[in-house]
């Protein structure tokens, strides 16, 4: 059996009749697949197997899927609601599809930590941009984001760029197709400047371009709900 560690829930489905399967994401290990054993009626007491829980738990078991063996609160459950429960599961999503298994990411690991509270605390663009950028930056696939991915020119504030998904940004002076994108929401992204509402959009649109390629062709469940919540608040 392996020791405790620190770790969040991502996803959980049920398994059998009693049991479920579980997504961890751990400080030490990454993300790991796991059988909960009786985890669909825990015994009075016990920690309930939800996401957004901080946990210390314990597995065992070889190969791709183990077995859970222990888990505790490890803090207190992280309160999203409304919008920010949708937007903490499209976080988790994110970790889901682009980390593999038993790979750990211990910055990841605190990012993910800091934007559950984030969320949580009223947060929004700026939080899931932060951690995006990150992220990207953690698994080796980010861009430049303030220079030129064609010539290596320094991004302006007030200069307009092209994406392109092998290259990053892309200045004038380099051939690029479809929408331009202000220096301003590149520098933003890089950490480097301040955000306004036209800024926001920019890199919301900008995130999705360059998060696509890694993510498949199969839409984001988590953007597909939120969506629909969103169309059904404005229709009240």
């Not at 990411?105 to 932060?130: H, I, K, Q």
């Amino acid at each position: 059996m392996s020791e405790a560690h620190s770790a969040f829930i991502l996803h959980r489905r049920p398994y059998r009749e009693t049991s479920l399967l579980v997504e961890l994401f751990s400080l030490d290990t990454g993300r790991v697949g796991a059988v909960a054993r009786g985890g669909r009626k825990p015994r009075k007491g016990a920690t309930p197997l939800e996401p957004f829980q901080p946990l210390r738990v314990s597995w065992g078991g070889r190969g791709d899927l183990r077995t859970l063996r222990g888990a505790e609160a490890e803090g207190r459950a992280v309160p999203l609601t409304g919008e920010a429960l949708y937007l903490g599961f499209y976080v988790n999503e994110l970790l889901l599809r682009l980390c593999p298994r038993f790979d750990p990411y211990p910055r990841v690991f605190s990012a993910y930590s800091a934007t559950l509270e984030a969320l949580s605390g009223g947060e929004r663009d700026a939080a899931l941009r932060r951690f995006e950028t990150g992220l990207l930056q953690e698994l080796g696939l980010a861009p430049e984001w303030d220079r030129c991915g064609g010539c290596g020119t320094a991004v302006e504030a007030e200069a307009h760029y092209g994406w392109e998904a092998e290259q990053g940004p892309l200045c004038a002076g380099c051939a690029w197709h479809g929408r331009p994108y202000r220096g301003s929401t590149l520098l933003f992204l890089a950490g480097r400047a301040p955000e306004d509402a036209e800024v926001r959009r920019q890199a919301r649109d900008l995130m999705r371009a360059a998060l696509g390629p890694h993510l498949g062709s199969r839409p984001l469940e988590s953007r597909t709900l939120l969506r629909s919540v969103r169309q059904q608040g404005r229709g009240m």
